[in-house]
């Protein structure tokens, strides 16, 4: 594959976030997994910094991920849900007018890959590469099957009812491939050749390796299975594998950066799109809830980073941080200057982790399920949530710093800050879009409505 190369690469570090997706909070090593060995990925934070507060911006998918892609709240863009898989439909993705992560970098002067899951669109205007991305090699809708012999459909137009989709062939670019190996496979042999021919051509680069791993459906080869056999839940044993299988991926993405000589030139995240989900047999530990939950367990997810010889070693960083600083991060790094009119809500986190400026990256963080008419808003040690419709269900108030598991509601005795949290919420509620677009909704999958 010959992959289309910008300028020449500049100072700034290349960047590769890896994505998985439903994975709990309590499944990886760095966050006490005792079941599940993680080293690869626990190589990140021990060489790096460990978020032990870092959120998403969304307690489900595609909106956390259309988030995380521009570095703003997604419902000021109204992606307040899982959009329709219709690609007959123009409304159904992340708007063509908020600039994507790489459509910033482009400016840079970097080259961008996605590799995995998209999930921000399958009409055609909405494809990666009309969205600043020079490569693309994955599946367009929101979940896909992981065994080669189970990926049947050539595309979208050959489905017929909901979930199909997890059927289509692999896209490379614009084109149906033929892949014969375990899919968490593909996506790192493809992050691999990317990297390779980026570091051969001396490309700065950003790889947003985008694992639909560990979400259902519950796949994976003896390979990986062999290696759980003390696991008795055969669906935690499966989860294991597919988690397993990430673990080697991350491993053999880190030896790549090594054996081109580009490790210490690479800022490399790792994190999860949302917490576990009650249905993929994920483990969120002590956290309240889960994936849909605006408790932690929904919220809060798996978070390192690492950029050797720039970033502390080892560090564990307390205070909260949203995935929606990765943008903020890089472009920083690369002095870019972004859109005053969508400007980004996420914050620069390089100088607060090497201690050259005071005080906490954020004020404030901020939730809002439109859909269900949920919200949330996290301000020092304090979290007011609704994680029901608060029309009928009154808000609650936890003191995150010394009740981190939402066990004990203090609105009772602080009725005059969570009205003041409240307040501050429905500010910034004030500024969001309602949905632009048709949701995935039951057997009506490809509605138009």
């Known amino acids: 594959m010959d992959y289309p190369l910008t300028k020449k690469k500049a100072k700034s570090p290349n960047l590769i976030v890896i994505m998985v997706d439903d994975m709990g909070w309590e499944d ?44 703003r709240y997604q419902d000021r863009f109204g992606f307040t849900t899982n959009p329709s898989i219709n690609p007959e439909d123009e409304r159904c993705g992340l708007p063509v007018e908020e600039e994507t992560m790489a459509e910033v970098l ?107 791993a560990p979400h259902a459906p519950l796949e994976a080869t003896e390979k990986y299975l062999s290696r759980f056999d003390h696991i008795e839940n055969k669906r935690r044993k499966t989860y294991a594998a597919m988690v397993s299988a990430v673990d080697d991926g991350v491993g053999r993405v880190l030896k790549a950066l090594e054996d081109k000589g580009i490790d210490e030139n690479t800022l490399v995240v790792f994190l999860s799109d949302n917490g576990g989900s009650k249905k993929n047999a994920s483990n969120n530990g002590p956290l309240r809830g889960f994936k849909t939950d605006m408790f932690e367990g929904g919220v ?40 005053k009119e969508r400007p980004l809500d996420g914050v620069d986190l390089v100088p607060y982790l090497k201690g050259e400026v005071d005080g906490i990256p954020h004020n404030y963080l901020f939730w809002r399920k439109w859909e269900q008419n949920c919200m949330a808003v996290r301000h020092g040690n304090y979290k007011l949530l609704a994680n029901k419709n608060m029309e009928s269900n009154p808000t609650e108030l936890f003191d995150i710093e010394n009740d981190p598991y939402e066990t004990t509601n203090i609105k009772g005795q602080n009725k005059k800050l969570s009205k003041e949290l409240m307040s501050e919420w429905m500010k910034w509620n004030d500024q969001l879009k309602d949905r632009v677009f048709p949701r995935l909704n039951g057997d009506n999958w490809w509605t138009k409505q």
């Open 300 to 339: 809060r997810v798996p978070f390192a980073m690492r950029w050797k010889g720039e970033l502390p070693e080892g560090m564990k960083y307390e205070h909260p941080i949203s995935s929606l600083d990765i943008m903020a991060t890089i472009v920083a790094q690369a002095n870019i200057k972004i859109n």
């Open 28 to 71: 990886v090593g760095f966050n006490g997994c005792k079941d599940i060995p993680t080293p690869n990925i626990d190589r990140i934070a021990k060489e790096g910094v460990q978020f032990e507060q870092g959120y998403v911006s969304f307690p489900v998918c595609g909106p956390s991920r259309a988030g995380f892609l521009t570095g």
């Open 106 to 212: 482009k400016k840079g002067d970097y080259n961008s890959a996605i590799i995995g899951k998209w999930h921000m669109g399958t009409h055609s205007k909405f494809h990666p590469l009309k969205r600043g991305f020079d490569y693309f090699f994955g599946f367009l809708s929101g979940g896909h099957h992981y065994l080669p012999e189970l990926l049947t459909l050539k595309d979208l137009s050959e489905v017929t009812k909901k979930w199909d989709w997890y059927s289509t062939k692999i896209r490379e670019n614009y084109d149906a491939v033929e892949v014969d190996d375990y899919l968490t496979d593909e996506l790192t042999d493809a992050t691999i050749r990317y990297i390779n021919k980026q570091a051969e051509n001396d490309q700065q680069f950003m790889v947003y390796l985008a694992y639909n």
